[in-house]
């Protein structure tokens, strides 16, 4: 019975992602954790300088954060447009502890994100009594109303929010925590990452649970979960409450990171934005959000260090994920895992890289035509030196449209040239030895009660 | 006294161009059961192009072309994009639309630059048409006015008298029967994509010059068009209209009266506290109408939903 | 697994931006606003004056001490204070030693403060925050510090060059103060209200209110109650589409009286309202007449709308905050020592050579710079001084000279 479970979690039909998130066997696979522990552990030692260790740091927040959306969205089935208003409060709950500067003294900094938990948590409790009732567009909507009545709050209440300049505090003056006084953002890496580790792991464990499984089956079929004596609404009840307590812990850890916590905590903008990044790195799988969150940290922060159009990219990436990758980037690369296991993959080395170089030149080329054009309409007059990809032309001139055109035109011809070589060893890559065949089809019927 | 008249057609103004709005996405609701979030951005978009052509041609040639131009473009979006997503489930189709939302304002951002543009009210329409006790009401608000009556009588007429409204409602509800019968069920969704858009669009033509032409305008307006509808009720028209009346009304009263949340507290038996400058609801105290006059929907959205999950007007749950 | 691979590329991208650029002699000085999003208007325009004036201005003038050269590092923040911070921490490894910063107070706010908690922890690598135009009073107040100077007069010196004017206008009688409900607006409406009781105690404010920034769709509703109160001007602190929005409202209800306001010009506000904005809107700020009067200021400005034609020369007191730092520098003998930059900026007196020919000064107790303030009226002006190529523009209507040079402030200075 083990193997047909197995297959089952591989083999699932992308066009249902929802579905994705299957039971899977009960073992837990400690490989992974020891590995990003470990990776974790060294990574400032290869990137020291202080700019990449604020970027991972905010990777971790973030990553954290996602992980609790994707409590809600991928495994609850519940699309909250105000999640970020929990992580805020959380956040400012925290600063204000830190400002609380006797009582801060007496604590040291790594508990301190505890408190932004349970804040997020205890206003989970309050919002999650009414809203979770129901699931769907109900929810979706009072989620959107109530992060917009918070969001707007933070500037009307100024004694807890601080108004648009926000509240911010002091780290150092905490209890020192074994003679680490967190003066340098090396040692907050190490604070964060050993939050992320934990509450990844807890995250995770959850979702292992009775409750994070009835948790899948209210998101699937509500109905029938009723009949088996749960009541859906404590379930997604119960769902709320710790994506609100991990959220909070991500908004406690931001205000360690910054030192200051302000209305963009838990406006809106802040809500979608962690939406998308959600859903980038795929709702089906635990480890999607951490993807989406290291890709979008990336692309907001240092792909806009190299262009002003990062935002443009990053729509357009969005979008194209949502029509041609429901799954996201996670959904993406666990769509290879059947051909590993049946140690076909080699046979996709070969035609991926023959398709995927040419693709890649042409994006790129396209990426490049974008800001010429972009170059062409809003440069300063008499600024007709460009520089993109290293190469410095004058935009007004037609020789490099041509190039960039021709390279474009001629990487995509190549690509649809190869994908046929693709799609053939995709299917052969794919294709399960006939003693499988029926197991596997077997398997798929079972999905929707597994 | 009078300014209450004033008030009235002030909030009447913004109900009916919300209602341009909410018809529109409330139609496409029912046909396809997601909300776009896209909708505010066509709207924009109405009013970019409207821009565009009237340099070129004049007032009206924008009021003619643009709308038609965003219904073609929401057309398009729904044949190659949203009906891709469509077979995903609800979840991604919401999500695309979102993603939508932020590329088109990339896009206007890209192709407009980011200043406001000075998009302007046409000179025929310049002046002032009455006015009431020094408050002045211009004919521009007039003209708005009649525009979008006209276009819910249209709407009203062409949905319940007509063959191909009787086929759309048909198709709203039974989809597979009216397939059945040989209609063409796609294309009836692509055609309520295109019209609905193409009616924020028409907002948007008209809005621009009032509201201001700039690429924020599509966030500002975004989320309030959801309110509406899930106020009114997902998918009635009625519902949508009403709501937004009442959404344009309550706004506008609560801007223009200063009421303190100071005097509704005592009103109802709350006494102020002594030092108010060290207590920690000081703040709550000092709240005033004005000041929360566009954040009182989504009171009322929150409210609605709890007690009546279906909206003023529904008739299914949302 | 997978987790560290994807985090080992993605900081392998952050180091190889962060370690991209520390090689030339080059001052670096790290412009830190909205390149992109709702604001990016006001940031591009302000990035194309410091990198014009940088050019112009040092530069080809042989640069500050040995021939170093003044550059401009662009960095975007999206007017967020988080990603403000995280710009700040590429800035710094970049090795930018001068911040220039000014959309946002808020932002402002977020960067003072980390950038005096930055310097106490690393002396190694201390940096400056040359603030060009936030302009909330805290920043050279209570939450003033070594670090930070600022070019522009604060709100309430705004305020104070505003109410004098008004103290000689005894046609207004009644005044309606309206403004966005955060720490900015209600910092103008606080200042209006204190200052008018004292300087015209019979003025009456008949109106004080807040709005929600950046949330109200349609300003009619606030417009009618401004004509119904009788007033006879409107102050607003309003910025922005904001402005625009209350602005129009109002001139379309059919006010007649005189608006004041902070910053209803450029970057899309003076075209939007053209002629409907003669002999009603009012602006408050420091800078020159246009067209300047001084030939050699004129070249200036057609040189910059030769180079950027949509661009604005809309912040004169960028060109101050290049030349006084310059200034600082070849003082000090030193571009690497902050501190001792700092220290020749502090009480430094500076006589511009472009706009204003008066004398300003950096005023030692907050790090607040003294200058002349002007009233200056929405009138047509010929190009290219004018605003948004739009043929109207700014013109000066009133001067306070040295303006608010000793108003009061609670700055406890902390020197290291």
Not at chain 1, 229 to 243: E, L
Not at chain 1, 401 to 406: L, T
Not at chain 3, 137 to 160: G, I, Q, S, V, Y
Not at chain 3, 210 to 238: C, E, M, Q, W
Request: contains cysteine.
């Amino acid at each position: 019975m083990n193997n047909p479970m197995r297959e089952d979690q591989i083999t699932t039909d992308p066009a249902k992602p929802a579905q994705r998130m299957r039971a899977g066997s009960m073992t837990f696979a400690a490989m992974p954790w020891v590995i990003a522990a470990f990776a974790l552990l060294v990574m400032p030692f290869v990137f020291t300088d202080n700019s990449a260790i604020t970027i991972m740091n905010q990777m971790a927040i973030t990553i954290i954060f996602a992980l609790a959306y994707n409590m809600l969205l991928g495994q609850g089935g519940m699309l909250s447009f105000g999640h970020a208003v929990y992580a805020g409060v959380g956040g400012f709950a925290c600063m204000h502890v830190m400002s609380n500067t006797d009582f801060f003294a007496m604590l040291p900094l790594p508990v301190l994100p505890i408190f932004g938990g349970l804040f997020g948590m205890g206003l989970a409790m309050i919002i999650g009594s009414f809203s979770t009732r129901s699931a769907g567009t109900v929810f979706a909507m009072i989620s959107l109303g109530v992060g917009e009545l918070i969001a707007a709050c933070s500037v009307i209440i100024v004694a807890f929010f601080g108004g648009e300049e926000g509240v911010s505090g002091d780290r150092t003056y905490g209890m020192p925590f074994f003679g680490v006084e967190f003066l340098q953002q090396i040692e907050v890496y190490y604070l964060i990452a050993f939050w992320l580790m934990l509450s990844a792991l807890l995250m995770y464990l959850f979702s292992r649970t009775p409750i994070g499984r009835m948790a899948n089956a209210v998101r699937d079929n509500p109905e029938r979960a009723e009949f088996l004596g749960y009541s859906s609404r404590w379930v997604r009840y119960y769902s709320f409450i710790f994506s609100g307590f991990f959220a909070g812990i991500a908004g406690g850890l931001f205000a360690i990171n910054y030192e200051i916590v302000t209305e963009e905590n838990l406006n809106t903008a802040s809500s979608g934005v962690i939406l998308l990044v959600t859903f980038l790195g795929g709702v089906g799988f635990f480890f999607g959000p951490i993807i989406g969150a290291i890709a979008f940290t990336l692309l907001q922060t240092v792909l806009s260090l190299q262009t002003d159009l990062w935002a443009f990219y990053a729509g357009t990436l969005f979008l194209a994920t949502v029509m041609f990758f429901p799954g996201g980037l996670a959904g993406l690369l666990m769509m290879h895992v059947p051909a590993i296991r049946m140690g076909k993959a080699s046979k996709l080395v070969v035609p991926y890289i023959i398709t995927l170089i040419p693709a890649l030149i042409g994006i790129l080329g396209l990426a490049a035509l974008v800001e010429m054009t972009f170059h062409f309409r809003h440069a300063s007059f008499g600024d007709e030196e460009m520089t993109v990809f290293w190469t410095t032309f004058d935009s007004h001139t037609a020789m490099p449209w041509v190039v960039a055109i021709g390279i474009t035109v001629v990487a995509f011809a190549i690509m649809r040239r190869m994908l046929p070589t693709l799609k053939s060893a995709w299917a052969e890559a794919n294709a399960a030895p006939k003693a499988n065949a029926s197991s596997q089809a077997n398997s798929s019927s079972q999905g929707g009660a597994a | 006294m009078d300014l209450v008249l004033v008030n009235l057609i002030d909030g009447l103004v913004t109900g009916l161009l919300l209602f341009m709005l909410s018809a529109g996405l409330t139609l496409i609701f029912s046909m396809m059961g997601v909300l776009n979030f896209a909708h505010a951005s066509f709207y924009m978009l109405g009013a970019y192009f409207a821009y565009q052509i009237s340099i070129a041609l004049g007032f009206w040639m924008g009021l003619i072309f643009a709308p038609l131009i965003v219904g073609v473009i929401g057309a398009g979006v729904e044949r190659y994009g949203l009906r891709r997503v469509h077979q995903y489930g609800h979840v991604p189709e919401l999500i695309f639309t979102f993603g939508l939302a932020l590329l088109i304002e990339e896009l206007v951002q890209f192709i407009w630059g980011r200043n406001q543009m000075p998009y302007q009210i046409p000179d025929v329409l310049n002046f002032t048409a009455f006015a009431i006790s020094g408050n002045s009401i211009p004919a521009y608000k007039v003209f708005m006015i009649f525009i979008s009556i006209a276009i819910f009588i249209g709407l009203l007429y062409v949905l319940t008298k007509t063959r191909v409204g009787m086929i759309i409602q048909a198709a709203l509800s039974y989809p597979r029967t009216v397939e059945a019968l040989g209609h063409n069920v796609p294309l009836i969704f692509m055609g309520v994509f295109g019209v609905g858009t193409s009616l924020a669009g028409v907002a948007g033509v008209i809005a621009g010059p009032v509201l201001g032409t700039f690429p924020g305008m599509a966030f500002v307006l975004g989320s309030i068009v959801f309110v509406t509808i899930v106020i009114g009720g997902l998918g009635s028209l009625w519902g949508a209209l009403v709501a937004s009346l009442l959404i344009g009304w309550i706004t506008t009263f609560a801007k223009s009266y200063n009421i303190r949340m100071e005097d509704i507290l005592n009103g109802i038996g709350f006494a102020t506290p002594e030092n108010l400058d060290d207590n920690m609801f000081r703040d709550i105290w000092a709240v005033t109408s004005p000041q929360i006059a566009d954040i009182l929907p989504y009171i009322l959205m929150v409210l609605i939903l709890i007690f009546r999950p279906y909206g003023l007007f529904g008739n299914r749950d949302a | 697994m997978r987790k560290s691979i994807k985090l080992g590329l993605g900081a392998a991208l952050a180091l190889s931006v962060s370690s991209a650029a520390v090689m030339a002699e080059n001052v670096k000085i790290a412009f830190i606003d909205p390149l992109s999003g709702g604001f990016a208007a006001t940031g591009i325009n302000g990035l194309n004056q410091f990198e014009f004036a940088a050019e112009t201005l040092v530069n080809a003038k042989g640069g500050v001490l040995e021939g170093d050269m003044f550059e401009i590092l662009p960095f975007d923040n999206k007017v967020s204070p988080k990603e403000s911070l995280i710009q700040l921490q590429v800035a710094i490894d970049q090795g930018a030693r001068y911040i220039v910063q000014g959309n946002s107070s808020g932002v402002a706010n977020a960067l003072t403060e980390a950038i005096d908690k930055h310097n106490r922890r690393n002396p190694d690598s201390q940096v400056l925050f040359l603030n060009y135009s936030a302009v909330d009073p805290a920043l050279t107040n209570e939450k003033c510090n070594f670090w930070h100077f600022r070019f522009d007069p604060h709100a309430d010196m705004k305020m104070a060059a505003l109410t004098d004017m008004l103290a000689e206008n005894q046609d207004i009688k009644k005044v309606y103060v309206i403004g966005q409900d955060y720490s900015f607006g209600k910092a103008v409406a606080d200042a209006a209200v204190s200052m008018l009781a004292e300087k015209r105690p019979d003025i009456e404010v008949v109106g004080n209110e807040l709005h929600p920034i950046g949330k109200v769709k349609d300003f009619t509703p606030y417009a009618r109650k401004i004509v119904s109160s009788g007033a006879d001007a409107v102050i607003t602190g309003n910025w922005g589409a904001d402005m625009l929005g209350l602005g129009k409202s109002i001139l379309e209800n059919g006010f007649e009286g005189p608006i004041y306001t902070y910053y209803a010009a450029a970057d899309g506000i003076t075209a939007a309202f053209g002629e409907s904005g003669v002999d009603s809107l009012y602006l408050i700020a420091e800078g020159d007449d246009n067209p300047p009067p001084k030939a050699e200021t004129q070249e200036y400005v057609q040189a910059f709308k030769a180079k950027y034609p949509d661009g604005n020369m809309s912040q004169t007191r960028i060109t101050n905050v290049i030349q006084m730092l310059a200034q600082a520098i070849n003082e000090a003998g030193t571009a690497t020592d902050v501190v001792q930059v700092a220290n020749a900026l502090e009480g430094m007196t500076f006589t511009d050579s472009l706009w204003s020919t008066a004398e300003m000064r950096m005023r030692p107790e907050d790090h607040q710079l003294i200058q002349d303030i002007h009233i200056y009226g929405h009138q047509p002006v010929e190009a290219p001084y004018d605003m948004d190529n739009s043929g109207y523009g700014l013109k000066i209507q009133y001067t306070v000279e040295n303006a608010s040079a000793d108003i009061a402030t609670t700055c406890d200075m902390q020197r290291p």
